[in-house]
């Protein structure tokens, strides 16, 4: 399992959204389970010299999504399908084209049938959530008899009862357990004018802490709430370690590598060494107008270009 820096990663990767996807594509195509492996082995896709990272956006107007809006997964204010989003047909359209391969469209049958009585999980942020209920509209394809599945710590999910697969997902915004403290003097920190909010970076969320050997497959996110707009100035992050408040205090992204080095440690402690595991890095923001919850609106029809950042 791959770490990740202390600084947040840089918005230049609007590949990233397909990152995750294009990796379970991988996993029901190479990664064997002791399973007997196909006689469709040959593949242009070559993991060892296959860069995903590298490569361009291609618009094809005749791409249409995999789903329509039946797919009752969705949250209704997040059904772009069903409300009729005006650019839709825009962001549907462009896919991602490696240089040195071809990243083939997910097949969700042959992906159900190769994951069949094993289960895929998400832990982290509205990142894997987005990235969680277009998944389940995909795989819904091939089993129309899925359903809606929540366990206790589990936020979300579904189950799909052919081939016996749950997809489901634990909301862990900073991965590390974190809770509020009404306004109080704190060892390093002085007096924060509201309170502060606790981050133990040892110890793991409740929502995910428990689901060591249930999940097969894990994808792990954390990184948007990493910043001043969820906790401002007087609402800050103060961090502890064995029990203790860490001194000197870690600023924010310090204390975020901190946080991801520590949860780590604790996967790679607790959970099954067979268990595969992904790091997803952050989607670039693409807000015009204003922020997420300014009256920002995400307005384009076109991924970013190379070295573009868009700022709100």
């Known amino acids: 399992m791959r770490g990740m820096s202390a600084k947040l990663p840089s918005p230049l990767f609007p590949w990233l959204i397909f990152i995750t996807l ?52 969705h949250r209704n204010a997040w059904n772009c399908i069903r409300n009729q989003r005006q650019n839709l047909t825009f962001i549907n359209s462009w896919t991602w084209l490696p240089r040195r391969c071809d990243l083939p469209r997910i097949d969700p049958l042959r992906f159900l049938t190769k994951m069949r009585n094993r289960n895929v999980g998400f832990v982290g942020d509205s990142l894997n959530e987005n990235f969680l209920v277009s998944f389940l509209c995909i795989l819904r394809v091939a089993d129309e008899s899925a359903k809606k599945w929540k366990k206790k710590g589990a936020w979300r999910g579904a189950y799909f009862p052919k081939f016996n697969v749950t997809v489901g997902y634990h909301r862990a915004v900073l991965l590390s357990k974190y809770q509020w403290q009404p306004k109080q003097s704190e060892a390093g920190v002085g007096d924060a004018p509201q309170g502060i909010y606790r981050v133990d970076v040892d110890v793991p969320s409740d929502d995910w802490a428990k689901i060591a050997g249930f999940y097969d497959v894990l994808v792990f996110n954390t990184g948007h709430w990493w910043n001043f707009d969820k906790f401002p100035k007087e609402k800050p992050l103060v961090f502890y370690k064995a029990g203790q408040p860490i001194v000197p205090p870690p600023a924010m992204l310090d204390g975020l590598k901190v946080v991801l080095d520590n949860m780590i440690a604790y996967i790679e402690k607790e959970f099954p060494r067979d268990t595969l595991k992904f790091w997803r890095l952050q989607s670039p923001r693409h807000f015009y107008g204003g922020d997420w919850n300014q009256n920002g609106s995400c307005l384009f029809n076109k991924p970013l270009e190379e070295n573009e950042e868009q700022w709100s």
């Open 22 to 73: 294009a990796s379970l594509y991988f996993l029901s195509s190479f990664i064997s389970f002791n399973t007997p492996s196909s006689s469709s082995t040959s593949q242009s896709l070559s993991i060892p010299h296959c860069d995903l990272s590298k490569g361009r956006w291609h618009f094809d107007p005749n791409r249409k999504p995999l789903y329509d809006d039946t797919c009752p997964f």
